[in-house]
C-alpha cells in the first residue's frame, strides 16, 4: 500500500479529530474498453496507449492511479480512482459522451463502457450468512459471532505515540473507533506472528510500516455500524503541518474467532510453552565437560542455575495465575455490568408501565368525569324540554279553551235571541186564538 497525498477534503467525515484522522469515500470506477479483431499479423494494442487515450478523455479531471486488471484479446478491463465523487461524476460523464476511443492503425472505434466500481468489504449478508453456516461456533459467546472487526493495512505512524517508540499504541487504536460503539477487546497481533499470513513474503520493512487489528465491539449494533461506515472507505490523516494524506485500508469481519475464549487460551498456552522452553534452554556445556575431563577433573554441579529456572518457573506460575484472575476479575465486572444494565432496563421499563398505566388511570377518570357532566348537561336539557314542552301545551290549551268558551258565548248570543222571537211569536198566535174564541 503506498500513501497519497490528498488535496481535496470537501468530503472527509471525522472518525476521530484530535487525533487527525478521518474517512473518505474511495471514488473508483471500471472502464472495459472492447477491442477489435486484429486483421493483420504482428499488430498489437498497448494498454498504456489505451490508458493515456483515457486519461485524455476525462480531462480536466486527473486519475490517481489507473491500472488493467484483466486483459484478453477481446476486452481490456480498467480500473481507476478519482479525487472525490463529484469528478467520478464528470469522468463517467465524459467517457459516455466520448462513447469511444480512435487509436492510430485501426479504422473502427474501440467502443467504451464505465460504471462505479462496487464498494469493497463485506456486507451484512456476508457475515450473517457465514456465521450461519459455520460449524462449531456458539453465538452466545463473544468472537463466535459477528462482533470483532478486522483491520488490515493500517500505517504504523498514525496509531503511534509522540515521544515513544514508533509502535501502534491500543489506547489511540481504541480512542479512534470508540465512535461507534464500547469495545469489549483490542488486539494487535506481533508482526512476527502475522508477516506471512496477512503480507505474504514481504520484507520487515513493510511489517513495520503497516499492522492490523482485531476490535471486538459489545454489541451487534455497533459492530455494524463501524463495518458499514469503514465499508468502501479511505482513511485519512492530517498531520501537524496541515498536509493530508490517504491510505487505502483493507475492512473484514473477522473470519477465524481470533478473539474468541478459547482461542485466547490457546495462544497463552502456546506463549507460555515458547517462554518456558526459553528459559530451559541452559548454556552449553558440553566443551567445559570434555576439557574437565581432560584435565582429569570433575565439572561442579550449578546449584545457583537450577535455583535460578526453579524461581523464574514460580515467576512464571504466579504471572499466570495473575493473568487468569485478572481475566476472571473482567469477566465478573461485565457481567456486572450487564446484570446492572438488565436491571437499570428493568427499573426503566417498570417505571415507564407504571407511568403509562398512571396516565391510563387519568385518562380514564378524565372520561368518567366528561360522560358525567356530558349525561348531567344532557339530562338538564331533556328536563328543559320537558318544561317547555309542558307549557306549550298548557298555552295550548288555554288558548283552545279561550277559542271554546268565545264561540259558546256566540253561539248563546245567537240562541238566545231566536228564543226571544219564538216566544213572541207564540204568543201572538195564541192571543189571537183566543180572542176568535172568545168572540
Known amino acids: 500500500m503506498s500513501l497519497q497525498m490528498c488535496n481535496d477534503t470537501s468530503e472527509a467525515i471525522a472518525l476521530e479529530a484530535t487525533l487527525g484522522l478521518y474517512l473518505k469515500p474511495a471514488s473508483k470506477i471500471k472502464i472495459s474498453v472492447q477491442l477489435p479483431k486484429l486483421k493483420t499479423p504482428g499488430q498489437s494494442i498497448s494498454s498504456w496507449?489505451?490508458?493515456?487515450?483515457?486519461?485524455?478523455?476525462?480531462?480536466?479531471?486527473?486519475?490517481?492511479y489507473l491500472k488493467?486488471?484483466?486483459?484478453?484479446?477481446?476486452?481490456?478491463?480498467?480500473?481507476?480512482?478519482?479525487?472525490?465523487?463529484?469528478?467520478?461524476?464528470?469522468?463517467?460523464?465524459?467517457?459516455?459522451?466520448?462513447?469511444?476511443?480512435?487509436?492510430?492503425?485501426?479504422?473502427?472505434?474501440?467502443?467504451?463502457?464505465?460504471?462505479?466500481?462496487?464498494?469493497?468489504?463485506?456486507?451484512?449478508?456476508?457475515?450473517?450468512?457465514?456465521?450461519?453456516?459455520?460449524?462449531?461456533?456458539?453465538?452466545?459467546?463473544?468472537?463466535?459471532?459477528?462482533?470483532t472487526v478486522y483491520l488490515q493495512e493500517l500505517p504504523v505512524r498514525w496509531f503511534a505515540e509522540i515521544g515513544k517508540p514508533i509502535k501502534p499504541s491500543e489506547r489511540l487504536l481504541q480512542k479512534a473507533f470508540a465512535t461507534y460503539g464500547r469495545i469489549?477487546?483490542?488486539?494487535?497481533?506481533?508482526?512476527?506472528?502475522?508477516?506471512?499470513?496477512?503480507?505474504?513474503?514481504?520484507?520487515?520493512?513493510?511489517?513495520?510500516?503497516?499492522?492490523?487489528?482485531?476490535?471486538?465491539?459489545?454489541?451487534?449494533?455497533?459492530?455494524?455500524?463501524?463495518?458499514?461506515?469503514?465499508?468502501?472507505?479511505?482513511?485519512?490523516?492530517?498531520?501537524?503541518?496541515?498536509?493530508?494524506?490517504?491510505?487505502?485500508?483493507?475492512?473484514?469481519?473477522?473470519?477465524?474467532?481470533?478473539?474468541?475464549?478459547?482461542?485466547i487460551k490457546k495462544r497463552e498456552a502456546e506463549a507460555k510453552k515458547a517462554n518456558t522452553a526459553c528459559v530451559l534452554q541452559l548454556p552449553d556445556v558440553t566443551e567445559n565437560v570434555s576439557l574437565a575431563k581432560v584435565q582429569n577433573v570433575q565439572a561442579p554441579i550449578d546449584s545457583s542455575k537450577i535455583q535460578k529456572v526453579d524461581i523464574q518457573q514460580n515467576l512464571m506460575e504466579q504471572k499466570e495465575v495473575e493473568n487468569e484472575a485478572k481475566l476472571l476479575l473482567k469477566e465478573l465486572l461485565h457481567r456486572a455490568e450487564i446484570t446492572e444494565r438488565k436491571k437499570e432496563m428493568e427499573k426503566k421499563m417498570k417505571l415507564e408501565k407504571s407511568a403509562l398505566k398512571q396516565l391510563d388511570i387519568k385518562t380514564q377518570k378524565k372520561e368518567e368525569i366528561k360522560l358525567k357532566e356530558?349525561?348531567?348537561?344532557?339530562?338538564?336539557?331533556?328536563?328543559?324540554?320537558?318544561?317547555?314542552?309542558?307549557?306549550?301545551?298548557r298555552n295550548l290549551k288555554a288558548k283552545e279553551q279561550e277559542k271554546i268558551i268565545e264561540t259558546r258565548e256566540k253561539l248563546r248570543k245567537e240562541l238566545a235571541g231566536r228564543r226571544v222571537l219564538k216566544s213572541v211569536l207564540a204568543n201572538r198566535t195564541f192571543n189571537s186564538s183566543t180572542f176568535k174564541k172568545n168572540y
Open 374 to 393: 356530558e349525561k348531567k348537561t344532557r339530562e338538564k336539557l331533556i328536563q328543559k324540554e320537558i318544561i317547555l314542552k309542558k307549557k306549550l301545551l
Open 68 to 147: 488493467a486488471l484483466k486483459i484478453t484479446s477481446a476486452v481490456i478491463k480498467f480500473e481507476g480512482e478519482l479525487e472525490t465523487r463529484a469528478s467520478c461524476e464528470r469522468a463517467l460523464a465524459r467517457l459516455k459522451a466520448a462513447g469511444g476511443l480512435k487509436l492510430n492503425g485501426f479504422s473502427e472505434w474501440l467502443q467504451i463502457r464505465a460504471a462505479h466500481a462496487a464498494s469493497s468489504g463485506p456486507t451484512r449478508h456476508d457475515w450473517d450468512s457465514f456465521f450461519r453456516d459455520a460449524r462449531g461456533v456458539d453465538e452466545m459467546k463473544p468472537g463466535e459471532r459477528p462482533d
Open 184 to 263: 469489549r477487546r483490542l488486539e494487535i497481533p506481533v508482526n512476527h506472528e502475522t508477516e506471512e499470513r496477512t503480507f505474504g513474503k514481504t520484507s520487515s520493512l513493510h511489517s513495520d510500516l503497516l499492522f492490523e487489528a482485531y476490535i471486538q465491539y459489545e454489541e451487534y449494533v455497533e459492530f455494524a455500524m463501524a463495518m458499514d461506515s469503514l465499508r468502501g472507505k479511505k482513511l485519512l490523516y492530517k498531520d501537524a503541518d496541515g498536509k493530508v494524506y490517504s491510505a487505502d485500508i483493507k475492512v473484514d469481519f473477522d473470519r477465524t474467532n481470533y478473539l474468541s475464549e478459547r482461542r
Open 49 to 64: 496507449q489505451l490508458m493515456e487515450k483515457l486519461k485524455t478523455t476525462i480531462r480536466p479531471d486527473q486519475f490517481l
